[in-house]
Nanobody, 121 residues
Framework: QVQLVESGGGLAQAGGSLRLSCAASGRFNSINAMGWYRQAPGKQRELVATITGRSMTNYADSAKGRFTISRDNAKNTVYLQMNSLKPEDTAVYYC???????????????WGQGTQVTVSS
């Protein structure tokens, strides 16, 4: 079984910064891609940023230049540094990982519970 513990959400003022963390633990052989998604009230969940096992990154246009995703493989942890926050960044942010139970087998998606980020103007 896999657990994801997200932290770092909260309230920030516009122009401020927050850093989200997501630590994975449990039974798995390896983790491939890790990422952050968000869902604002009344909207669909959307990609924020992803990072592969080889640390190749991908960002939503809304995150480019302001957010930075990184990972610490030794700690099975992914981070999202969010700078220059805007009120429209307000959402629940979800961590996602693709993990493998055994070498050579398929990867599974797993989602965290979400952490609220609120940006005031």
């Amino acid at each position: 079984q896999v657990q994801l513990v997200e932290s770092g959400g909260g309230l920030a003022q516009a122009g401020g910064s927050l850093r989200l963390s997501c630590a994975a633990s449990g039974r798995f052989n390896s983790i491939n891609a890790m990422g952050w998604y968000r869902q604002a009230p009344g909207k669909q969940r959307e990609l924020v940023a992803t990072i592969t096992g080889r640390s190749m990154t991908n960002y939503a246009d809304s995150a480019k230049g302001r957010f930075t995703i990184s990972r610490d493989n030794a700690k099975n942890t992914v981070y999202l540094q969010m700078n220059s926050l805007k009120p429209e960044d307000t959402a629940v942010y979800y961590c996602n990982i693709q993990y493998q139970l055994f070498t050579g087998t398929r990867y599974y998606d797993y989602w965290g519970q979400g952490t609220q980020v609120t940006v005031s103007s």
